[in-house]
């Protein structure tokens, strides 16, 4: 007690022990690795198929995956993923300079109902698992054509010379590297990614890997924080030697760690946030559409489907979203919707924030609210516009608002709100894609969840990326496959294709809907570009 | 002590009149509402701060996971086990007193003649254990618990409706503050607190026995934590690992620097100046452009007084 400092020495280590606290509260939990992601790499392949690619007769999933590579409207057949396909892959590298002309126009309107991924090899039976991509034309406008050549047109890359950057890869594995927000303001179960992560990749092995290849997944949590996302990349290429890199989820932190990417050379792929910040970047590629992409489709829903006028834009106050305000503000005026608020509020917003956002939400009397936030920040602002006695129509693009976590903690207070996401619900999963379930049931000895889902989807959009690559895989080949204009399709994330030009290749979208007798989200539209 | 009492009461009593009257005229009404409704939860954080401070002279940096370990402990019980609320509560806040207890016997009276820096980072260090306990058992997914008080439309000031249980904490807030500071003004226990807090020698001479006080304050610092705990976080919407660590521990942090750091009148004006800046910051038009306008206004209030005026509001030079 002699010894006490002056009450301002105190609080100014105070200071600074609050600030590495408040960093601590935002999680802890980063570093999770699994080296186990692929079960006894090439060994059960060497037997196998060395080289030969997924071999014929794989189920759908991996045939489709097959398939999308093989490109050329010969494997359009739907449900042609079997057998026949397998042997695209080998192919595919070779098989697709026809494809590489139009990737943004994309989706004729072919019909096939079917719905074998493998549709996404050919024109038509990509629109056949899209019916609005068929319809693609209407409203499609931004988004629905697919891919969006923004400013500056990126460097392509280098051809492969046959040698290339082979980081990561050996003859028995591929190493790519994950960042996804586990903690900070954006949490998802630690436990569902770590469930979900390998299950494609553990399938796939079993029926022989990529060329012999199997993956093994590095992840890394980013708490939801740009300066981390960039230490956990950096951490992934430079120390894990990843080949490739992938962003699950957050604007800002995909942003930071894309351009750190494309600055170390390095494929970086993610789903669509936003474009400002990425355009250009020549390793860059969206595997689903951007917020920007998205606005038309939601503008079109609220006016057409909902037959709403008055709508309210709220967003997350970064500058990462300000071309998703302006998109969404321009395609709700020219569809004469009258915008009655729009604002921003901060990423970690206090209660005191929301609660006169709520109230000028309120106020504002708007019927549907268009959000972009963090699922913590839509939660907390629902909860108290209930408080408000209000409770408006929640809308907005995004990958993770539409997630059952959000469902089960946010309702009764988030309604019946609907998002946009790269992957369907769980209860059209078994329609669309068989094989999720049986593998999640068989690696994991249960039933699958959404995050799960995501995983999946996302794994089968980046296996079908690294089978179009060939068999000669390097940062190069990769890069030259997905610039070549075939398209990908799994019949999970949608069709998407790129160019030298275009990294916002993709096409549609799924809409989800919550649930609040069941605490989850439903699908209520698939692949669709408009209404 | 009663006309310190008294004068602090008058002070605040005059500080919280003109505020809001100010805020009235100038169009601020809403704010001022939604101000005292979200900063009584800064205030009940900040007078669990002052109880510690003002008894030892430490900093307690766990202080928000002692109510954060109360939330889900009541999440537990009531949400998952099915154990009837009032129950839930009662066992969610011993859980909350003997996490305090915990700390206090084997963090801080083995370092109770170290430096109270020495203290203040081994708080920090509880609380950082505390939220990687929280991810490893309760993962980082957001979670959600009903209000002891569900009705949400009984009152509306200035058109901002104030549900009962925002009311239950605002209410909670100023019952506290007027009962602690009674019971160091007014009871003989609260009296050798002090004298432990300012003479700990002489108060063992006394016959005082400091260890055992010492514990009896950390058990009604961690009690404080876990109300704070269990009535804000169904406001909030939801909670996750480090809740009213990473929302309310800053503001209430500010709260009691503002109010004096000693003083539990002090904690509740504070918490309710914090409260009403922060909202006014994010309300108002002029400071729209500013990202995260309501953390730095928070930041600034504390930069304001360390620097002007460090024994705060209320506190004495």
């Known amino acids: 007690m002699t010894r006490r400092p002056s009450k301002v020495a105190a609080a100014r280590g105070a200071a600074v022990v609050l600030a590495l606290l408040l960093a601590a509260a935002c999680g802890q939990k980063s570093n999770v690795r699994d080296s186990s992601a692929a079960p006894a790499a090439g060994d059960a392949t060497a037997g196998g198929n060395p080289g030969g690619g997924p071999a014929g007769g794989s189920s759908a999933a991996t045939g489709d995956t097959v398939a999308t590579a093989g490109g050329a409207g010969a494997a359009a057949p739907a449900g042609a993923s079997t057998g026949a396909a397998g042997p695209a892959a080998g192919s595919s590298s070779a098989a697709t300079p026809g494809r590489a002309t139009s990737p943004s126009g994309g989706t004729s309107p072919g019909a096939s109902p079917g719905n074998s991924p493998a549709s996404a090899a050919g024109p038509g039976s990509a629109a056949g698992r899209t019916p609005s991509s068929a319809a693609g034309a209407s409203s499609g406008g931004a988004g629905g054509g697919g891919g969006k050549a923004a400013g500056p047109v990126p460097v392509p890359a280098p051809p492969p010379p046959g040698g290339g950057d082979r980081t990561g890869v050996t003859d028995t594995k591929i190493r790519i590297g994950i960042h996804a927000p586990i903690t900070g303001a954006a949490p998802f179960p630690q436990n569902a990614f770590d469930k979900g992560k390998d299950v494609y990749w553990k399938m796939l092995a079993e029926k022989g890997g990529i060329f012999g290849r199997n993956v093994e997944v590095v992840f890394r949590d980013d708490q939801f924080n740009p300066s981390r996302a960039v230490q956990v990349c950096r951490e992934m290429v430079e120390q894990e030697k990843v080949f490739v890199l992938l962003g699950a989820a957050g604007s800002e932190q995909i942003t930071a760690c894309a351009r750190y990417a494309n600055s170390m050379g390095v494929p970086y792929l993610s789903a669509g946030v936003n474009e400002d910040g990425l355009t250009g970047l020549s390793s860059y590629f969206a595997t689903s559409q951007t917020y920007a992409q998205q606005s038309p489709v939601l503008v079109s829903y609220i006016a057409n489907k909902l037959h709403k006028t008055k709508i309210a834009i709220v967003l997350n106050n970064t500058p990462a979203l300000n071309e998703t305000q302006q998109s969404v503000t321009r395609e709700a005026q020219a569809a004469g919707l009258n915008i009655v608020r729009n604002s921003r509020i901060g990423k970690n917003a206090s209660d005191s924030e929301l609660l006169s956002e709520a109230n000028a939400l309120r106020a504002s009397g708007a019927e549907v609210v268009y959000l972009l936030t963090s699922p913590v920040n839509f939660i907390k602002l629902a909860t108290n516009a209930q408080a408000q006695a209000y409770s408006p129509i929640y809308m907005g693009p995004g990958i993770t608002n539409g997630l059952n976590i959000v469902a089960e903690a946010g309702c009764p207070a988030i309604g019946s709100a609907k998002f946009l996401s790269p992957f369907p619900q769980l209860d059209v999963i078994d329609n669309l894609d068989p094989d999720y379930q049986k593998s999640y049931q068989k690696y994991n000895g249960g039933k699958g969840d959404d995050i799960g889902l995501a995983e999946w989807g996302l794994s089968k959009v980046i296996g079908s990326m690294l089978q179009a690559a060939g068999k000669d895989l390097s940062r190069q080949s990769l890069v030259a496959a997905l610039e070549s204009g075939r398209e990908f399709g799994t019949n999970v994330y949608p069709l998407v294709s790129y160019s030298g030009s275009i990294r916002f290749g993709a096409r549609s979208s799924h809409l989800l809907e919550a649930d609040c007798s069941t605490r989850s989200y439903k699908t209520i539209a698939q692949f669709t570009n408009g209404f | ?317």
Request: charged share 10%; net charge positive.
């Open chain 2, 1 to 317: 002590m009663p006309t310190v009492l008294s004068r602090s009461a008058l002070t605040s009593t005059a500080i919280a009149v003109g505020l809001a009257a100010a805020l009235v005229a100038t169009g601020s009404s809403q704010a001022l509402v939604i101000g005292i409704i979200t900063g009584a939860g800064y205030g009940l954080v900040a007078l669990g701060l002052v109880l510690v401070y003002k008894s030892s002279g430490v900093f307690n940096f766990a202080q928000g996971e002692f109510g954060t370990v109360a939330i889900y402990a009541l999440y537990r019980v009531h949400d998952k086990i099915g154990v009837p609320l009032i129950p839930a509560i009662v066992i969610a806040l011993a859980v909350s007193v003997a996490m305090a207890l915990v700390t206090e016997r084997v963090v801080i009276r083995p370092l109770f003649d170290a430096p109270r820096v020495a203290l203040l980072v081994a708080t920090a260090g509880v609380a950082l254990l505390a939220i990687s306990l929280e991810l490893w058992l309760g993962e980082a997914r957001p979670r959600f618990i009903q209000p002891a008080l569900g009705r949400l439309n009984r009152l509306s000031l200035f058109d901002v409706a104030v549900s009962d249980q925002r009311m239950l904490v605002l209410a909670a807030l100023v019952i506290l503050a007027v009962v602690l500071a009674l019971f160091f003004s007014r009871t003989n226990l609260g009296l050798a607190i002090l004298g432990v807090s300012q003479e700990p020698v002489a108060t063992e001479l006394m016959g005082i026995s400091v260890r055992r006080l010492s514990s009896f304050i950390w058990a009604l610092t961690g009690l404080l934590a876990g109300i704070a705990g269990i009535l804000t976080a169904p406001v909030a919407g939801s909670f996750a690992p480090g809740f009213l660590t990473s929302t309310a521990l800053i503001p209430g942090f500010t709260a009691a620097v503002l109010g004096g750091m000693k003083s539990l009148p002090g904690a509740f004006v504070g918490g309710i100046v914090v409260g009403v800046a922060q909202s006014l910051a994010v309300s108002s038009p002029a400071f729209h452009s500013i990202p995260g306008a309501g953390s730095v206004m928070i930041f600034v209030l504390l930069l304001i007084v360390l620097t002007v005026r460090p024994q705060g509001l209320l506190g004495r030079a």
